[in-house]
């Protein structure tokens, strides 16, 4: 079983930046693949970006890149996403994820674990 504790979200002016953060608990945690997907009032979730569990493989949303960088540290057992050039498009509430297996993408079927989320408000 793995526990997934997102932080780092709030209310920021567009164009600033935010740094989230989902620590894991558990000594596997350097096996998985992690993922952070959103999800906006009254839209479905999406995916964001993926991260394999050497951190060799890296996906992103079109809507996210070259603005977004996700990144994870296995010693801390701790995956990151860092948001700059924030759009209010980008408010949601983020939400991290883990996979049994060591490389996903953005469909979130294959994802195991899921935190309760952060909310990112982004204001224009």
């Known amino acids: 079983q793995v526990q997934l504790v997102e932080s780092g979200g709030g209310l920021v002016q567009a164009g600033g930046s935010l740094r989230l953060s989902c620590a894991a608990s558990?000594?596997?945690?350097?096996?998985?693949?992690m993922g952070w997907f959103r999800q906006a009032p009254g839209k479905e979730r999406e995916f964001v970006a993926a991260?394999?569990?050497?951190?060799?493989?890296?996906y992103y949303a079109d809507s996210v890149k070259g603005r977004f960088t996700i990144s994870r540290d296995n010693a801390k057992n701790t995956v990151y996403l860092q948001m700059n050039s924030l759009k209010p498009e980008d408010t949601a509430v983020y939400y991290c994820?883990?996979?049994?297996?060591?490389?996903?993408?953005?469909?979130?079927?294959?994802?195991?674990?899921w935190g309760q989320g952060t909310q990112v408000t982004v204001s224009s």
């Open positions: 994820a883990a996979a049994r297996t060591g490389v996903a993408g953005g469909d979130p079927a294959v994802y195991d674990y």
């Open positions: 558990g000594r596997t945690f350097r096996s998985y693949a």
């Open positions: 991260i394999s569990w050497s951190g060799g493989s890296i």
